[in-house]
């Protein structure tokens, strides 16, 4: 099985790659998660796979959606 790493190796080289990247999506949403979680110990790579997974299948994170929701808001609002 030479050449092939699992999902944890996977995801501690990509966090390692982008640790000074200030603005990593997935980086972001897995800490959106983890705080919506209760902040658990132990869930670090189930939360980074989420948010991979979803950022990867087009769902707007929640930075994106409270933007989308100020826009809105600004929209209906009569001037």
Same mark, same amino acid.
């Given at each position: 099985?030479?050449?092939?790493?699992?999902?944890?190796?996977?995801?501690?080289?990509?966090?390692?790659?982008?640790?000074?990247d *200030?603005?990593?999506?997935?980086?972001? $949403?897995?800490?959106?998660?983890? @705080?919506q979680?209760? =902040? /658990?110990?132990?869930?670090?790579?189930?939360?980074?796979?989420?948010?991979?997974w979803?950022?990867?299948?087009?769902? *707007?994170?929640?930075?994106?959606?409270? $933007?989308?929701?100020?826009?809105? @808001?600004?929209?209906? =609002? /009569?001037?």
């Amino acid at each position: 099985m030479t050449g092939e790493t699992n999902g944890a190796e996977t995801a501690a080289k990509e966090t390692s790659e982008n640790i000074d990247d *200030k603005k990593h999506p997935i980086r972001d $949403r897995a800490y959106e998660i983890w @705080e919506q979680e209760g =902040r /658990p110990e132990g869930r670090a790579l189930n939360h980074w796979l989420r948010a991979k997974w979803e950022i990867e299948h087009g769902h *707007k994170t929640g930075t994106e959606l409270k $933007r989308l929701e100020g826009e809105f @808001e600004s929209m209906r =609002r /009569p001037d």
